[in-house]
């Protein structure tokens, strides 16, 4: 009944790398249902390059502050910008936020990825403290295959390293790292995973336990 009220509302979208779909100060005008592709939510600092803090990919949405703060709120110092390209849902901010204060199935949805996406951005802020640069890198790579249908990604190692906040020539070394031992395949630009039971291994338990969550949450 849910999805019946609110289908004539979504609209098909083109996540194309790069676009911003939600803007750090600005008001949301709609909310975003990937069902392919990753969105980064990233914190940007004066004269530093934006941070990843969270991603989200087709077991969520973008724009949940719309839900905390209401209808013609700014949104929070972060902006939402699409990573690796897909396809999407959006909706009118309006129609979302009156379908949120009915309460029903859609309402506890989304306030349970809204307690995951909590979960995630706290521990990605821990892992960064606390984790080895290698650990981070398994992570951030499991983390996109999770979210994705291949083992392979287009990205950089400028790319990576800009997104986790560090050196590129640390996060070099890493993809030598874990080339040499025969987990992944790099090459100008694209990185496909061997071995992901390997990458596992060498990740921290950082991403087991966002995992859990979202699989006691949501159920994925």
């Not at 039971?197 to 994925?220: D, F, N, P, S, T």
């Amino acid at each position: 009944m849910d999805y019946l009220r609110l289908e004539p509302h979504l609209e098909p979208f083109g996540l194309y790398c790069g676009i911003v779909l939600t803007e750090s100060g600005a008001p949301i005008t709609h909310v975003y249902f990937p069902t392919e592709g990753i969105v980064s939510v990233l914190v940007e600092l004066e004269n530093e390059t934006p941070m990843e803090i969270a991603f989200i990919g087709n077991e969520g949405m973008v724009g949940t502050s719309l839900l905390l703060g209401g209808l013609g709120a700014p949104a929070p110092l972060r902006r939402s910008v699409v990573q690796v390209p897909g396809q999407a849902y959006r909706m009118r901010a309006e129609i979302l936020f009156a379908e949120f204060a009915r309460g029903g199935k859609l309402c506890h949805w989304l306030l349970r990825f809204t307690q995951a996406l909590i979960t995630q951005v706290a521990q990605i802020a821990a892992c960064a403290r606390h984790h080895e640069l290698e650990a981070q890198v398994c992570c951030w790579l499991l983390h996109r295959l999770d979210r994705l249908a291949s083992d392979d990604l287009h990205v950089t190692h400028k790319e990576i390293a800009s997104l986790l906040g560090v050196r590129r020539e640390g996060v070099t070394q890493v993809a030598c790292n874990l080339q040499e031992a025969g987990l992944i395949r790099y090459a100008r630009g694209y990185l496909e995973v061997l071995d992901r039971v390997g990458i596992e291994r060498r990740a921290c338990e950082c991403v087991h336990v966002i995992q859990k969550e979202y699989a006691r949450l949501l159920g994925a």
